[in-house]
């Protein structure tokens, strides 16, 4: 079964500094890890998506790398701004723990300006 | 952009009662999804669906769950005789698919789904 486990747990940081958000998974055999945002009460949106062949992908800001061997994600945040608060999910999509996303707990981000 | 559709945003009802929670998922995606989660909790699978049958569920998705897509586009979650523990956020997600799972999950705003 496919543990996920998000490190911080929660974040505060003035404005401007650069982030990093952690995720490590049991099962290295997945087909691809999706970083969400999830605004308080809100849904999920889908920031970055990386496949199995990829070792980095990048929106904007938003850098989040994959290394499968060691089970580890990392997203980078870059020059944080206070509508970066939110909490940042990591989800990889199984392959021997089936074919879906399995969740960590979260990093809860929160920017002052 | 296409987005994940559900409805109602928030729904209240009594225990025992029946509720359908419903989904219009992004058009020509193939694989579609439930989760749930739970006040401070972990969002958690419960179902999927491709080719107009189950693919997947888990343990959280017993006989009082069931899906179906009903006319091609809606996808719906009924939970029968809700109890007190139902009470959760309800997410819908849908894939592209076609075998390739290296593809993005779409999820929708999701349902309140508060029973008292």
């Keep these: 079964k496919q543990e996920v486990t998000q490190i911080p747990a929660a974040l505060s940081v003035p404005e401007g500094e650069n982030l990093v958000l952690n995720c490590s998974f049991t099962d290295s055999a997945i087909y691809n890890l999706q970083w969400f945002r999830q605004d308080p009460g809100k849904g999920l949106t889908s920031l970055l998506l990386i496949q199995s062949s990829q070792r980095e992908q990048t929106s904007g800001r938003l850098n989040a790398s994959l290394d499968k061997s060691s089970g580890r994600s ?7 701004q206070p509508g970066d608060s939110a909490t940042y999910l990591c989800a ?19 920017v002052k300006p | 952009e296409p987005e994940v559709t559900q409805t109602p945003s928030h729904q209240v009802t009594q225990m025992g009662q029946e509720v359908i929670l ?18 401070g909790q ?27 897509r009903p006319d091609g586009s809606n996808f719906t979650l ?17 894939v592209a698919g076609q075998g390739d799972w290296n ?13 008292v």
Excluded at chain 2, 22 to 39: A, D, E, G
């Design chain 2, 22 to 39: 419903r989904c219009v998922p992004i058009s020509n995606h193939l694989y579609f999804y439930w989760y749930r989660q739970i006040l």
């Design chain 1, 74 to 80: 990392t997203l980078y945040i870059a020059a944080s």
């Design chain 2, 103 to 115: 593809t993005e999950a779409f999820f929708g705003q999701g349902t309140r789904l508060t029973v």
């Design chain 1, 92 to 110: 990889p999509w199984g392959n021997n723990a089936g074919n879906m996303l399995t969740f960590g707990g979260g990093t809860r981000l929160m």
């Design chain 2, 78 to 94: 009924k939970i029968r005789s809700t109890k007190l523990e139902d009470s959760a956020m309800y997410f819908c997600a849908s």
């Design chain 2, 42 to 68: 972990k969002v958690e699978f419960l179902v999927s669906f491709y080719n107009n049958e189950i693919s997947e569920k888990s343990e959280i998705f017993d006989d009082q769950f069931s899906v179906e």
